[in-house]
C-alpha cells in the first residue's frame, strides 16, 4: 500500500451564496468520513473544504491506495443451544454452518457474558480505494444539506444545482466513476469569463496553482485575504476607511472566483438621508462596502468587487453607481416625507395598530413603557420627565415611510426623526438605544436615559408575553421573550443598576391590570435568571457558582453578579472546599432535626472546647462580617468566613451534634444553624463541593 493525493471536484453552475459554506464542509466531512467508515488511511494534514460560487472540492495530501485486510466475526449459537447432550450439532448450528458455507467443525468458538458459543472468523483482503470511491462519494452528497434538491434533464438525479463536470484523480490516475450522468475525468475549468477553458490536472498537487493560473481561487481563505486587500486599498485612495462587516464579507466571498475591487461614488445629496439607510442598502441589497471618513461618518464613496478584472473598470464603476442610485433616490424622498409629517404627527396611527390581541395596540403599550420608564428612572439617576418624553416618541417611527421600507432602522430613523424635530439630544439618543442589544453580541445602551428605556421596554414586553400566555415552547418564541430576557438582564448588570426586579416586574404587571391578563412574578423572575446561564458560562462562570448564587434569588441582577464575583474569588482559596463541604454537612444535619431549634446560643450549654471555639469564632465573624455584608462587599465577607475553617473542621472531628441531652442538642443545632445562615449569606457554598 502507499500514500497519494485525492482531488475530488465537482463543477456545478452558481451555488446560493449563504448555502456554499455549509455545503463545501459537509461535502468535505461526508467524504473523510466516507474513508474513516472503510478504514482507509489518509492523511488530512491542514486540508479544508476548497470551493467557489461554481465548485465543491476535497482536496487530501495523501490517501492510502487500498483498504487493510478486512476481519468480520459473524456469532452463531451458544453451546447449550448448538450441541445436543451427545455433543453433536442441533438444527440450529447445522443451519448457522450451511449459511456460512462451511462445515460447523471449522467454527470458531469465543466466550461473552453470557457464555460460550460459536463464532465465524474470516480475513478477506482490502479493497482498492479506487473501488470504493464513487460509493464514498454517493453517500457524501446524499447527506449533504439541501433543502430543495433541483432536477435538470430527463433523468432521476438532482442536486443543489446542475452539475457539469467530475474531476477524481487519486495520484496521477483518474478514478472511474459515474456520478449525476457525469463520468470522472481530470478535467476542471477556468473562471467563466477570464479563463473559459478546460484546465488539465496532471496530479491533486497541481489543483490550486492550475486554477489560479486560470483565474480562480478555490481557497475561501484565499479570496477573503484578497478582497480585504484591494478594498482596503481602494478606501485608502479615496481617502477613507473602508466599513467591512463580516457578514457581508462571507457573501462577497461565497460570490467570486477572481474579485477585484472597484471604487464608486454617489451624489453628496444622498448624505441627508441617515447613513445608515444607505449602509443597509449598499449592504444588505448590492454587497458594497461603504466608505467612511477618519470620525466614522459616511462619505459619497463606496466599493463594489466584481468577479472579473475589467478592461473598462469605469464602466463597472458606472454599472454599480447606477445600480444603487433607485434605492438611495427612494430612502431620500422616505426621509424627506417623514420629515414633513414629524415624528410627533407619527405617533397618531399607532392607536390603529394592533400589539398583541391581548395586550391592546402599540400606543397601549406605549403608555406602560412610559409609566415604567418613570418609576426606573429616578432609581438610577435618570431624568423621569425626559424618560417619559423619550417613551413616548420611541415607536412613532414604526409608521414613518423609511422604517416601513427598511425595518431595520427602526429607533434609528426616530433618533433622526427627533432630533429634525427639536427634542433634546438626550431624548432623541434614548430612542434608538431602547432597542439596544440588538442581538446576541451588540452592546447594551450606552446613555443613562437609553438604559432606563431600554428595561423599561423589555420589562413590558416579558410581563405582556407571560401574562397573554405566549412563553417559548421548543423552538417557539414569537415574541423573541427569550431574547429580551438576557437583553433586559445584561442591561441592568452591565449597568450597575441595583434595581428591585420582582418589584419592577409587579409594577409591570400593574401596567396589563386594564387588559385583564397578568404574568406570574415568580415564573418570570426565575425565566429571566434562567437565561443567565449562558451568559455566565460564556465568561467561564461554573455552573456550580451559578447555581450557588441563584439559589438565593437575589432581589437584584446586579447584587447577583457581585454575589457571582464573589463567590469565584472564593473558591480559588485553600479553605473553601472544606468549608463548602461543611455547609453542605450542615444543611444535611438541619434538614434531619426533629423540633424546634432554638433561635439563638446559650453560651452555659456549650460543653465542649470544640463547640465553645466555634461558638466564640461564629459570633466575632459575624461581627466582622456585618458592615460588609450590609455594603455588599460579598469578597471581604466570604474571606473572613474562610478563617473559620479550623474551628469548623475542630468541632465536627469532636462534637457530636446529636447529643442524647435534647438541651445540648438543640444548643449544638443552633450554633451550626448560625453558622450556616452566615456561610450562605452571599451564596449557597455547598454546591461547591464534589
Known amino acids: 500500500m502507499s500514500m497519494q493525493p485525492l482531488l475530488i471536484e465537482l463543477g456545478v453552475e452558481e451555488l446560493p451564496v449563504k448555502a456554499l459554506p455549509g455545503l463545501a464542509q459537509a461535502f468535505f466531512d461526508g467524504v473523510i468520513d466516507g474513508l474513516a467508515k472503510r478504514g482507509v488511511a489518509f492523511e488530512r494534514g491542514d486540508a479544508k473544504p476548497l470551493s467557489t460560487p461554481r465548485r465543491l472540492a476535497v482536496?487530501?495530501?495523501?490517501?492510502?491506495?487500498?483498504?487493510?485486510?478486512?476481519?468480520?466475526?459473524?456469532?452463531?449459537?451458544?453451546?447449550?443451544?448448538?450441541?445436543?447432550?451427545?455433543?453433536?450439532?442441533?438444527?440450529?448450528?447445522?443451519?448457522?454452518?450451511?449459511?456460512?458455507?462451511?462445515?460447523?467443525?471449522?467454527?470458531?468458538?469465543?466466550?461473552?457474558?453470557?457464555?460460550?458459543?460459536?463464532?465465524?472468523?474470516?480475513?478477506?483482503?482490502?479493497a482498492q480505494t479506487a473501488s470504493l470511491l464513487p460509493e464514498i462519494l454517493r453517500e457524501a452528497i446524499a447527506a449533504m444539506p439541501i433543502p430543495k434538491p433541483m432536477r435538470w434533464g430527463n433523468h432521476d438525479y438532482a442536486f443543489a444545482r446542475p452539475v457539469h463536470w467530475l474531476v477524481l484523480l487519486h495520484g496521477t490516475d483518474i478514478v472511474p466513476a459515474e456520478l449525476l450522468g457525469l463520468s470522472s475525468d481530470r478535467f476542471s475549468r477556468g473562471h467563466r469569463f477570464m479563463a473559459d477553458k478546460q484546465v488539465w490536472l496532471s496530479t491533486p498537487n497541481d489543483y490550486v496553482e492550475s486554477l489560479k493560473a486560470a483565474n480562480v481561487l478555490v481557497d475561501a481563505d484565499a479570496r477573503r485575504e484578497r478582497i480585504m486587500v484591494e478594498v482596503n486599498a481602494a478606501a485608502a485612495q479615496a481617502g477613507g476607511v473602508a466599513r467591512i462587516?463580516?457578514?457581508?464579507?462571507?457573501?462577497?466571498?461565497?460570490?467570486?472566483?477572481?474579485?477585484?475591487?472597484?471604487?464608486?461614488?454617489?451624489?453628496?445629496?444622498?448624505?441627508?438621508?441617515?447613513?445608515?439607510?444607505?449602509?443597509?442598502?449598499?449592504?444588505?441589497?448590492?454587497?458594497?462596502?461603504?466608505?467612511?471618513?477618519?470620525?466614522?461618518?459616511?462619505?459619497?464613496?463606496?466599493?463594489?468587487?466584481?468577479?472579473?478584472?475589467?478592461?473598462?473598470?469605469?464602466?463597472?464603476?458606472k454599472g454599480y453607481e447606477r445600480v444603487i442610485r433607485p434605492r438611495f433616490s427612494d430612502a431620500k424622498f422616505f426621509f424627506d416625507e417623514d420629515l414633513k409629517q414629524g415624528l410627533v404627527a407619527m405617533g397618531e396611527g399607532l392607536k390603529t395598530v394592533t400589539y398583541q390581541a391581548k395586550l391592546g395596540s402599540v400606543a397601549d403599550k406605549v403608555q406602560r413603557v412610559s409609566a415604567?420608564?418613570?418609576?426606573?428612572?429616578?432609581?438610577?439617576?435618570?431624568?423621569?420627565?425626559?424618560?417619559?418624553?423619550?417613551?413616548?416618541?420611541?415607536?412613532?417611527?414604526?409608521?414613518?415611510?423609511?422604517?416601513?421600507?427598511?425595518?431595520?432602522?427602526?429607533?434609528?430613523?426616530?433618533?433622526?426623526y427627533a432630533v429634525a424635530g427639536g427634542e433634546s439630544p438626550s431624548v432623541a439618543l434614548a430612542i434608538d438605544e431602547s432597542y439596544q442589544p440588538r442581538f446576541a453580541a451588540d452592546d447594551i445602551a450606552l446613555s443613562p436615559l437609553g438604559k432606563v428605556l431600554a428595561i423599561a421596554e423589555r420589562l413590558d414586553t416579558l410581563?405582556?408575553?407571560?401574562?397573554?400566555?405566549?412563553?417559548?415552547?421548543?423552538?417557539?418564541?414569537p415574541f423573541a421573550l427569550r431574547r429580551n430576557a438576557l437583553g433586559l438582564a445584561r442591561s441592568i448588570i452591565e449597568s450597575g443598576f441595583d434595581l428591585d426586579l420582582p418589584a419592577l416586574l409587579a409594577t409591570a404587571n400593574a401596567g396589563l391590570a386594564e387588559r385583564k391578563v397578568q404574568a406570574d412574578g415568580a415564573e418570570l423572575y426565575d425565566f429571566i435568571v434562567d437565561r443567565l446561564k449562558g451568559y455566565y458560562a460564556d465568561k467561564g462562570v461554573p455552573a456550580t457558582?451559578?447555581?450557588?448564587?441563584?439559589?438565593?434569588?437575589?432581589?437584584?441582577?446586579?447584587?447577583?453578579?457581585?454575589?457571582?464575583?464573589?463567590?469565584?474569588?472564593?473558591?480559588?482559596?485553600?479553605?473553601?472546599?472544606?468549608?463548602?463541604?461543611?455547609?453542605?454537612?450542615?444543611?444535611?444535619?438541619?434538614r434531619k432535626a426533629d423540633g424546634e431549634i432554638p433561635g439563638s446560643i446559650d453560651p452555659s450549654l456549650l460543653r465542649e472546647p470544640a463547640e465553645s471555639e466555634l461558638a466564640e469564632a461564629v459570633v466575632a465573624a459575624i461581627d466582622d462580617t456585618g458592615t460588609a455584608l450590609a455594603h455588599k462587599d460579598y469578597v471581604a465577607v466570604l474571606g473572613r468566613l474562610a478563617r473559620l475553617r479550623p474551628q469548623v473542621d475542630a468541632f465536627f472531628d469532636a462534637v457530636m451534634v446529636n447529643a442524647e441531652d435534647p438541651a445540648l442538642r438543640g444548643n449544638r443545632l443552633a450554633l451550626l444553624r448560625t453558622l450556616g445562615d452566615r456561610l450562605g449569606s452571599v451564596a449557597a457554598i455547598e454546591h461547591l463541593s464534589n
Not at 268 to 291: C, D, G, H, S, Y
Not at 404 to 410: G, R, T
Request: glycine letters at 8%; charged letters at 25%.
Open 372 to 416: 415604567l420608564a418613570q418609576v426606573i428612572a429616578p432609581q438610577v439617576g435618570a431624568d423621569p420627565v425626559q424618560a417619559k418624553r423619550a417613551a413616548e416618541l420611541a415607536k412613532n417611527d414604526l409608521q414613518s415611510r423609511m422604517v416601513n421600507e427598511f425595518p431595520e432602522l427602526q429607533g434609528i430613523a426616530g433618533r433622526h
Open 463 to 477: 410581563a405582556g408575553g407571560f401574562a397573554a400566555g405566549l412563553k417559548p415552547t421548543g423552538n417557539k418564541d
Open 245 to 317: 462587516t463580516d457578514d457581508n464579507l462571507e457573501q462577497v466571498v461565497n460570490l467570486v472566483e477572481w474579485p477585484a475591487a472597484v471604487l464608486c461614488s454617489f451624489e453628496r445629496e444622498f448624505l441627508a438621508v441617515p447613513q445608515e439607510a444607505l449602509i443597509e442598502t449598499m449592504e444588505i441589497n448590492q454587497k458594497f462596502f461603504p466608505v467612511l471618513d477618519a470620525g466614522g461618518k459616511l462619505t459619497e464613496k463606496f466599493i463594489g468587487i466584481a468577479n472579473i478584472e475589467s478592461r473598462d473598470v469605469a464602466e463597472v464603476s
Open 545 to 590: 457558582h451559578f447555581n450557588a448564587v441563584a439559589e438565593l434569588k437575589p432581589a437584584s441582577l446586579y447584587d447577583f453578579d457581585r454575589r457571582i464575583d464573589a463567590i469565584g474569588t472564593f473558591a480559588q482559596l485553600p479553605e473553601a472546599e472544606a468549608l463548602a463541604a461543611a455547609n453542605k454537612r450542615i444543611r444535611n444535619i438541619l
Open 59 to 126: 482536496l487530501l495530501p495523501g490517501v492510502e491506495t487500498e483498504q487493510p485486510e478486512q476481519h468480520s466475526e459473524v456469532f452463531g449459537p451458544y453451546l447449550n443451544i448448538a450441541l445436543d447432550a451427545n455433543g453433536a450439532p442441533t438444527k440450529a448450528l447445522q443451519g448457522f454452518a450451511a449459511k456460512a458455507g462451511i462445515d460447523w467443525t471449522a467454527l470458531e468458538r469465543t466466550t461473552d457474558a453470557k457464555g460460550e458459543r460459536f463464532v465465524l472468523r474470516s480475513v478477506t483482503p482490502g
